[in-house]
């Protein structure tokens, strides 16, 4: 048995996806790095957000980690294969980026954590 975290509704993909799955995870990385932006801005203003919407931010952004750590499991099963060396570029460069994506997910929940209970940090 696997210890991977595969979710069973997981569909892994072939690596002739992987310029569609690069586009798809710039996409919501980047979402993720203006949400980590204003995020930043509303922890100097902590009435700027209100309780529901950082409720709601925290239960996408909770997702948003599971969403990149299937992106990773997929990265990962990709370098298992037998990829060749432009391949293995496009791999490197999309884990930078998921890398990006992970920082700027965490940047988010811990935000919301510091908005939603002050005196925690």
């Known amino acids: 048995m696997s210890e991977r975290m595969t979710n069973p509704e997981q ?7 992987l310029p569609a799955f690069r586009f798809a995870v710039g996409r919501a990385a980047k979402t993720a790095a203006e949400q980590a932006g204003n995020m930043r801005l509303a922890i100097a203003q902590p009435d700027a957000v209100d309780r529901f919407e950082l409720a709601r931010m925290q239960l996408v952004y909770q997702d948003t980690a599971l969403n990149v750590a299937m992106c990773r499991e997929q990265l990962q099963r990709w370098r298992e294969e037998d990829v060749a060396s432009d391949q293995q570029v496009a791999l490197d460069l999309l884990d930078e980026i998921v890398q990006q994506w992970a920082d700027d997910t965490q940047t988010v929940l811990d935000a919301i954590k510091t908005l939603m209970h002050p005196s925690r940090g």
């Open 11 to 17: 569909r892994w993909r072939p690596i002739s996806l």
